[in-house]
């Protein structure tokens, strides 16, 4: 029982990264934060656990969440990278605590992340 709970807990973090990994141009302030909290979080889970080397520096992980952002300040100060910072570290230690598999995690993060993956690439390659 215990495992199920778990994996449905899982199922429903992706659920979420998913949700949250893809633009929706009327999505509040609150609720964009929320998602790049989100997937940065599972984007440096998949680099420093599922040992993706491809995946960049944290710099131009924010870079890319910054272009993409709804909210053209959003990302501009250092309070605000903090504050995101701070998010997202908390979702890392979630994902981190989750007792699924570590191959699961990583088979289920992998792709959720690869295409924002490629843009921070893209946007390190153009510094």
Do not use: W
Not at 103 to 119: E, H, N, R, W
């Amino acid at each position: 029982m215990k495992k199920s709970f778990i994996y449905t807990g899982f199922a429903f973090s992706l659920l979420f990264l998913t949700a949250c990994s893809t633009k929706d141009h009327s999505a509040t302030s609150i609720n964009e934060g929320e998602g790049m909290a989100s997937l940065l979080a599972a984007t440096i889970f998949v680099r420093e656990q599922c040992r993706a080397v491809e995946v960049p520096s944290d710099t131009a992980l924010m870079d890319t969440l910054s272009k993409m952002s709804t909210t053209p300040d959003q990302l501009r100060t250092e309070k605000s990278k903090s504050l995101l910072s701070a998010k997202a570290g908390v979702r890392y230690v979630a994902l981190m605590r989750d007792e699924a598999p570590l191959a699961k995690k990583c088979a289920s993060l992998v792709p959720l992340t690869d295409a924002f993956i490629q843009q921070s690439r893209q946007t390190q390659a153009d510094k």
